[in-house]
T-cell receptor, first 115, second 113 residues
């Protein structure tokens, strides 16, 4: 089944404790992206990647890191999480590197609480 | 800067009534326009998209949207709402040769029996 998977789905952590949220897609998509969803703000793009080893900042990249070492995986790293990073996170992918022209397929989301 | 505005935070309609959800964007050239739906506890699913051509586009689940360049709008419509349409709806914008993506703040739809 074609899908985008994220792990974990739920995570409670404490301020400053490094964490990684994994994202994987099995559709051979070029473009991958991370979003955070906050009430009243919709989804905001954190980082995106057009291909392996090609990543760039979205609108809210502060406090986050990403890497794209393999085409299928696009982990989101919070080196030192803070309470303002408490949010619902979505990973998405689309077929070609010009991802904003195409349908994005979303993962199920990761709900993060930083205490 | 890019922006996508969904002026209605919550909308309640009766089952069987018609629906229109508003979306306005700011961008000089023709954008790539999308409507996504998010059911409670779920990820986002594409309803429809517009890139070029006919300004009235049909999507899944009986939804349609109309692109109006003069009003910078891309409103979503459905002639008869079903209880299963209760969800949050997001308008989104992409741009040619620009790889960022922008979402509106969403409209929550409640359907009364």
């Amino acid at each position: 089944e074609a899908q985008v998977t994220q792990n974990p789905r739920y995570l409670i952590t404490v301020t400053g404790k490094k964490l990684t949220v994994t994202c994987s897609q099995n559709m051979n998509h070029e473009y991958m992206s991370w979003y955070r969803q906050d009430p009243g703000l919709g989804l905001r793009q954190i980082y995106y990647s057009m291909n392996v080893e090609v990543t760039d900042k979205g609108d809210v990249p502060e406090g986050y890191k990403v890497s794209r070492k393999e085409k299928r995986n696009f982990p989101l790293i919070l080196e030192s999480p803070s309470p303002n990073q408490t949010s619902l996170y979505f990973c998405a992918s689309s077929l070609s590197r010009t991802g904003t022209q195409e349908t994005q397929y979303f993962g199920p989301g990761t709900r993060l609480l930083v205490l | 800067a890019q922006s996508v505005t969904q002026p209605d935070i919550h909308i309640t309609v009766s089952e069987g009534a018609s629906l229109e959800l508003r979306c306005n964007y700011s961008y000089g050239a023709t954008p790539y326009l999308f409507w996504y739906v998010q059911s409670p506890g779920q990820g986002l699913q594409l309803l429809l998209k517009y890139f070029s051509g006919d300004t009235l586009v049909q999507g899944i689940k009986g939804f349609e949207a109309e692109f109006k360049r003069s009003q910078s709008s891309f409103n979503l419509r459905k002639p008869s709402v079903h209880w299963s349409d209760a969800a949050e709806y997001f308008c989104a914008v992409g741009r040619y040769n620009f790889n960022k993506f922008y979402f509106g703040s969403g409209t929550k739809l409640n359907v009364k029996p």
